[in-house]
């Protein structure tokens, strides 16, 4: 998989974790400690994000990193 690929894929699993999880953006940022616009750039798969951040996305959504990377 291509990584533009893999972060379009990231991007778009962590905005329906988030949307099924009912929180906003500014929500999800805030438990993550990122800006939400860095999180609406993350959804759209538009940056490259640290692992220690998909990390604590991953928590903070309450699941596991590979369903993340799927």
Not at 8 to 23: P, V, Y
Not at 27 to 42: P, Q, T, W, Y
Not at 43 to 53: A, F, I, M, P, Q
């Amino acid at each position: 998989m291509s990584q533009d690929k893999l972060l379009s894929t990231i991007g778009l699993n962590i905005k329906i974790e988030r949307i099924r999880a009912r929180m906003t953006q500014e929500d999800l940022a805030e438990l993550v400690k990122i800006n939400s616009k860095h999180l609406g750039a993350i959804e759209r798969g538009e940056v490259n994000l640290r692992v220690l951040t998909l990390v604590s996305l991953a928590k903070a959504l309450d699941i596991s990193l590979d369903k993340l990377c799927k």
